[in-house]
């Protein structure tokens, strides 16, 4: 089985997670980037600067009430989105809706059954302890097809990297797609399998393994003075690649 690797982009030098890689970018006008791997390839990146059915899913949780999912549920009537894609969206709020609830519906039951025990699953909790009623993602068309553009192209040269192959930074890339932006973030991921594409990628982003700065974390349940509110999720399988899934979350702050 292969091992996830954690690449941080801003020290160039891998790291290791769960079964993938994933990766994390963020920029204040002019910031740096960092990068993950699990059982795939993901990875974060933000900058700052100025299909399905879209009914809620049934049974999703016990502990969140019909009218708290309907409420996070905000990519419900997207139809440009997959399941998963919707789903990723709904689980993120969840977690921002109230961290501790989320815990105990999805991250303990999750890292048992993996038997995962970590300093980043304590801090984890602690941080999501601490997350309760922060603004719900909502998704925006314009970054779906920011993310969807750079799933496409890691796949079409199995490259996994923050950059296009033609040297376009992260944040120049989101910005072709999404204008008048005052904060911009990325996080992608890729994995060799999968059984829950979108809990499986946002329990790594979340736990973010061997990243001293926890940039995935952050870029989901809020960093210091930054909360975006603007959501991108595209998640893609291949045959081509070693990585049969890869994922990109793209995230802005409108000006």
Known sequence: MKKNRLIQIILL??????LGTSCHEDLLENDHSTQHDDEGN?????????????????????????EEIAYANTAAHEDYMTDDEKRMILLCNLARLD??????????????????DNQYTQSLYSDLEKTRNMPMFTPLKELYDAATYHAEEMIA????????????SFSTRIKRFVKNTQYVSENISARTS???????FL????????????????????????????IGVSIKANSS?????VCVQDFVILQ
């Open 42 to 66: 993901s990875g974060n990146k933000e900058n700052e600067q100025g299909k399905t059915d879209d009914k809620t899913p049934q049974k999703e949780t016990h502990l969140f009430t019909e």
């Open 194 to 200: 999968t059984k829950d594409a979108a809990l499986d």
């Open 241 to 245: 690649w070693e990585y049969k899934y």
């Open 157 to 168: 040269n199995k490259q996994f990297s923050h950059n296009s192959p033609n040297g376009e």
């Open 13 to 18: 030098m891998p790291l290791f997670l769960f």
């Open 203 to 230: 329990i790594q982003f979340l736990v973010d393994e061997n990243s001293s700065e926890l940039g995935h974390r952050k870029a989901i349940i809020g960093q210091e003075g930054r909360i975006a509110d603007k």
């Open 99 to 116: 961290g501790k609830r989320f815990a105990q519906e999805y991250l303990t039951p999750y890292l048992k059954q993996k038997g995962i």
